[in-house]
C-alpha cells in the first residue's frame, strides 16, 4: 500500500466529526489483532534489523500503543516505513547519542539519527533526572525521526509525578498563513499531566486540520473533502483533494494554528539547531534522514507547591468539566486522552482493528526477517 500520510496527524476516532467524509486508514473490515503478539512480532523484525533488544521493544510498544489508543496513523501502518528507512541506514538501528550542550536544568542531545522514540525516550529520561534536581528539566534534540504519537513520550513524565511535554517539528505541508507554498511542518505537540484519582490529561495535536494521508485517500476513492482541510496552489479553500495535494494543508484554527505551527517549529526545532521548513525530511523520502528537532521537557509539580493538593485539583477541575450540561446529542464530556484511555482498556482486553492491507504488509515483512506472524 501506498504512503498513509505525508505527515502525519488524524486518528480513527471522535465526536462530534463531519459524517462519514473523514476518512481513516483502518477502511474496510478490519482484523482483529491482539497487542501482546503485534508488539512481539515488530519487536522481533526490529531486533532482525539489528535494533538492540530494548530500544526494539520500545519502538514497537510505542506503534502499539498508538493503535490501542485508537491513533491509528502511528500504529502499525507505520511499521513498513520504520524498517525500509533502518534497512536503510537512514534511521541508524544503533544511534551514538551524545549530549551537546546545555546548562543547568537544559540539555542539548544530538540524536544520531535514531529511531525518534529511542531519543525521545532518552530526552525525557534526562528531563525528568534534571526536573528531579532542579523542579524542570528541558532537553532539546537534534537529529531526530519521526517522533509517532507523542503522548506516548509526554506520558513518561508522569509516573514521576511530573508533567511532560514534548514538540516536534515535521517536513513542510502547511502554507504560512496567507501563503501559498507549504514551508511550515504540521508540527506536533503533546502535554501529559497528571491527576489524582482521575485519569491524566493527555492533550496531544498536530496544527493541521487533517493530515495529508486523508486527501491522497480520498483522491484514491474519487471523494471530494470537507473545504476546511486544504487550500490549493492559489491559497483557495478546496474540496477537490487533488488541488489540496498540489496546495497545502489547512492549519487548525486559522492564523492561530498556523502561528502554534510556528512556535513548535521554533522550540522543536530552531532551538536545538535543526533546519527547518525544507531541510527537514518527509518519512517517504529515502534519499536522506530526516534530520527533526524535538523538545522534551518535564515539570515536577513539587516544586511549585504541594503535589497532593495539585492533584486533587486537577481531580476537582476534571469533575467540573465533566459536569457541564451538554450540547444535545453529546453523551459525555471527555478531557483530553480520555477517550484515548478508555480506548485502550479496551482494546488491550479485545484487541485492535487493522486493516487486512496493512497486514498483509506487516505480515511480508516479517517473512523477510523469519518472524512469522502468529496463525
Ligand atoms: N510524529 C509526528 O511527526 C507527528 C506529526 C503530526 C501528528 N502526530 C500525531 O498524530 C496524532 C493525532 O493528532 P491529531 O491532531 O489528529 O489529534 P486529534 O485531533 O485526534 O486529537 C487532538 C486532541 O484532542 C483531544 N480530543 C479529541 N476529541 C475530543 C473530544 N471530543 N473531547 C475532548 N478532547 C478531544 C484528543 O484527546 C487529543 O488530545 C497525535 O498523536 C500526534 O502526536 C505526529
Redesign the pocket.
Known sequence: MGPPTG?????D???PRPPARSVSPVTTDPVVVRAEVARAFCQAVFEGAGVPRADAFLVADALIDADLRG?S??GLVRFPIYVTRVRQGLVKAKPEMRVVGGRGATVLLDGDHGFGQVVGAEGMRRAVGLAQEHGVGVCAIRNGT??????YIAAMALPHRMIGLTM?I?NPVMAPWGGVVPKVG?N?L?VAVPAGARPPV?????CSQVARGNLILASKLGTSIPSTWALDEQGRPTEDPNAGLRGSLMPVGGHKGAGLALVVAILGGLLAGSPFGAGCGDIFDMTRPQRLGHLVMALDIAAFGSAPVFLQAMDGMIADLKDTPRAEGVEEI????E??GRRREERLRDGFPVSPAVLDEVRAIGREFGVQWPA
Do not use: K
Open positions: 505527515d502525519d496527524a488524524g486518528a476516532r471522535f465526536l491513533v496513523t502511528h519521526h517522533l509517532g504519537a507523542l503522548a516536534s515535521t504540521n506536533p503533546a493527555i492533550f496531544d495535536m498536530a471527555w478531557m483530553p486522552g477517550m484515548e
